[in-house]
């Protein structure tokens, strides 16, 4: 029996771990953390924990008391706020408690996370991401390329705070609204966007699926799975260069025939769950490579139209987890 602990239980992401390891073959216990009592993931986990916002101070003072008490054979993180903070603590927290944290080195987080340095690694990599600059370097950036850009925060997610221009009046708005932004060319169209999930060790990525999909308020909710190959290629090759330890999301469009990569998450996505549908056991595969050892090989993905939908759990008002205790 395995021990995971699971964290961002009322992320979609951190569900969409949960959701990827039910139906097992592997005997495993879940417990899921997450500072809010009303997220639904913890009630679908054996033991569900409140934990401190990754904001707090204290927080990895908590999270290591969970550590502690429940002694996890591995650590899978479910919210882009808590990356940070355990990969710079990963080694130690792996001594420590002898749990494996599946975050990736500190560096790749950094550049995954700030979209500035994204688009930098990606470019002095010979790669062919959409080019950026930072307030105050538009001008030479506007002869170059144009409207329409995209004005986006420099560490976000969920497409919160992106904004296409077409003029100098919405930058300069776009711009005052935004305290740290980070401007982008606009390439390709809605209708050729598409999210590839990579697993990546020792600096050899072992396989990836790529689906094309359409997006509802910065989330994948219809997908288009196909083998893609020459696509795999590419972010097969970008995943290597990156160097995750684990998962890692490469998010582009293509634009005559180019892959344009403007982001990257060190981490499993939202469409995790997704995957495994198509045939992709990604949370499950990298679970057994960490703790059994056990070798990758890529899977030959169902070709699938996935249409995504909400769903519902109930929770009597005395069974909510720390209320009234």
Request: net charge negative.
């Amino acid at each position: 029996m395995y021990k995971v602990l699971v964290t961002g239980a009322g992320a979609l992401l951190g569900q969409g771990i949960i959701r990827s390891l039910a139906n097992s073959s592997l005997p495993l216990e879940i417990v899921a953390v997450d500072p809010s009592p009303l997220a639904a993931g913890l009630y679908w986990a054996k033991r569900g924990i409140i934990i401190r916002m990754a904001s707090d101070p204290r927080f990895l003072e908590g999270f290591e008391a969970v550590l502690d008490a429940e002694r996890p054979d591995i650590v899978f993180v479910g919210t882009d706020v808590e990356l940070p903070i355990l990969a710079r603590n990963r080694e130690r927290l792996a001594r420590a408690y002898g749990s494996a944290i599946v975050v990736s080195p500190e560096h790749v987080v950094e550049i995954a996370n700030d979209k500035y340095l994204t688009s930098r690694f990606l470019r002095d990599n010979g790669f062919d991401a959409p080019d950026a600059c930072l307030p105050g370097e538009e001008g030479e950036f506007i002869t170059r390329y144009g409207f329409p850009l995209v004005v986006k925060p420099r560490i976000g997610a969920r497409s919160v705070g992106v904004r296409v221009v077409c003029s100098h009046d919405e930058l300069q708005q776009a711009l005052s609204k935004q305290t740290d932004a980070v401007i982008q060319e606009y390439v390709g169209t809605e209708a050729e966007e598409y999210t590839a999930g990579t697993i990546t060790f020792d600096g050899k990525c072992e396989a990836s699926i790529v689906m094309r999909r359409d997006l509802r308020d910065g989330n994948t909710y219809r997908a288009f799975v196909e083998e893609f190959g020459g696509l795999n290629d590419a972010v097969q090759r970008m995943a290597g260069v990156l160097g995750a330890f684990g998962p890692a999301n490469f998010q582009f469009r293509l634009q005559s025939g180019r892959v344009r990569v403007f982001e990257i998450n060190a981490r499993f996505s939202g469409t995790t769950p997704l995957r495994k549908l198509a045939g992709f056991p990604e949370v499950e595969m990298v679970l057994r490579r960490v703790l059994e050892s056990e070798p990758i090989r890529q899977p030959k993905v169902r070709p699938l139209v996935i249409l995504r939908h909400w769903s519902e759990i109930g929770v009597e008002p005395d069974e909510l987890i720390g209320v009234g205790r």
